[in-house]
């Protein structure tokens, strides 16, 4: 396994969570992600929980696509020892 490709799957798990920030930027303009608590004001609650719950089920998906690649990279490394 090389750098760059354990850098490429890095790569997509930040580019992943830059995207979901910025959507929630765009789509809730209260939305504040320091404030654990209730990161948007009540009015756009609802919003953000919808997409908080698109955002679980995008990064459940990445998981599994990225899971399925270091599988197929850890036989590869199997496979040329």
Avoid: K
């Avoid at 009540?42 to 599988?71: F, I, K, P, Q, S």
């Amino acid at each position: 396994m090389s750098t760059a490709q354990l850098q490429s799957l890095v790569d997509r798990v930040r580019r992943n969570e830059a995207d979901w920030e910025a959507t929630f930027h765009e789509c809730i303009p209260t939305y504040d992600p320091d404030c654990d608590d209730q990161p948007a004001e009540d009015r756009y609650m609802g919003d953000y929980d919808e997409m908080d719950t698109d955002r679980a089920h995008n990064c459940r998906e990445l998981l599994l696509d990225l899971t399925a690649e270091l599988e197929a990279l850890i036989c590869e490394m199997e496979g040329g020892r």
